[in-house]
């Protein structure tokens, strides 16, 4: 399962990922929004998918993620990292190798997209990388327990 939501800034990049991960045959859950709203605000719709996702990763399904989007990603991820169980990595751009290292090292379970310094093509490639990339495991993982630990 991959949870997707957006604020009004990601909302039209959403849109574009959305339907290509239901064209790639993926099983998205669109949290939200769902019509353009200059007003809203992005905590509303990133912390259904954070807890969504934490909850399935609690509940021991490692495969479920979520991707969020905003005009850079920042407070979206802020938002998302809020929660126990939840590494969400920014991308906005540039070198592909953040979004894989997320990843591979850090096991990150929700990709936080910056719309407004994203196209499309950009997007889907990032969101190609990230959800084939597998974590590492190994000297990572003792790493994500001590995460683990302080959130505890």
């Known amino acids: 399962m991959i949870y997707v939501a957006a ?4 909302f039209e990049l959403k849109e574009e990922i959305k339907k ?3 064209e790639q045959g993926n099983k ?3 949290l939200g929004a769902f ?3 200059s007003d809203d605000d992005y905590p509303d719709f990133i912390a259904p998918v954070a807890k969504a996702v934490a909850l399935r990763q609690a509940q021991g399904e490692n495969n ?3 991707i969020v989007f905003g005009g850079s990603g920042q407070g979206e991820a802020i938002v998302a990292n809020r929660l126990k169980g939840v590494r969400a990595a920014v991308y906005y751009g540039g070198n592909l190798d953040i979004v894989k290292l997320s990843r591979q090292h850090n096991n990150a379970n929700i990709l936080s ?7 499309t093509e950009q997007a889907i490639e990032a969101v190609d990388l990230w959800l084939t990339t ?3 495991g190994g000297r990572h993982k003792r790493r994500i327990n001590k995460i683990k630990e302080l959130e505890n």
């Open 64 to 66: 479920t993620k979520g």
């Open 20 to 22: 290509y991960l239901q």
């Open 28 to 30: 998205v859950e669109d």
């Open 134 to 136: 597998p974590f590492e």
């Open 113 to 119: 997209l910056g719309a407004r310094f994203l196209k």
């Open 7 to 10: 604020d009004h800034a990601g």
């Open 35 to 37: 019509e353009f709203n």
